[in-house]
């Protein structure tokens, strides 16, 4: 019987691709379903976009992709994170420029909008506790949750160290449990 091909590691594909572009169609291949259930969890229809623009992102910036990390998907869940963020500012940036801003809206802090957009696309107990959520804590948690990133590919997604991704699911996860238990964790 003869042995399987190895399969390049997403980073031998992006490093491939720096001299042939065609080649970071395999890097989409591999992540596209997984970074755009990610995106359409977070932002519904407009996730299919988000998506897309993580991608063309990815492929802009692929010369300064770390080579010594193998996987892809902290760098990828990086910029999708920060994809979300941009999407919801800029949601709530055309609500308020249409004159469609909720009243209770007002004096809500930027994280707070964001994470009441991004909540209106989920359930509504997993959207109020997720809301009330600092940004940090929410984005740790649901790459931890929807991503299934580790610990470490948390870190390098959001760019902070491993043990203040430690703090902030550890944070979040006492905070939603006594959201829905009927509690309120501060």
């Known amino acids: 019987m003869a042995a399987l091909p190895a399969i390049e590691t997403d980073a031998a594909v992006i490093v491939r691709s720096r001299r042939d572009p065609s080649a970071f169609a395999e890097v989409f291949d591999r992540h596209w379903p997984a970074i755009r259930a990610f995106a359409v969890s977070r932002a519904g229809a407009a996730g299919e976009d988000v998506a897309a623009e993580v991608f063309r992102i990815a492929f802009d910036r692929r010369r300064s992709f770390d080579a010594s990390c193998d996987d892809a998907r902290p760098w990828l869940y990086g910029i999708a994170t920060n994809v979300l963020r941009r999407h919801f500012r800029t949601s ?58 580790d610990y470490a590919g948390i870190a390098l997604a959001l760019d902070i160290p491993v043990g203040t991704v430690r703090s902030r699911i550890h944070r979040a996860r006492t905070r939603v449990r006594a959201h829905l238990d009927g509690g309120e964790a501060r």
């Open 92 to 149: 709530e940036r055309e609500r308020r420029a249409s004159g469609r801003m909720l009243p209770e809206a007002e004096g809500e802090s930027a994280d707070d909008i964001l994470g009441r957009l991004e909540a209106e696309q989920l359930g509504p107990q997993l959207a109020a506790a997720l809301s009330a959520l600092p940004a940090g804590d929410r984005e740790a948690l649901l790459l931890l949750a929807w991503a299934r990133l």
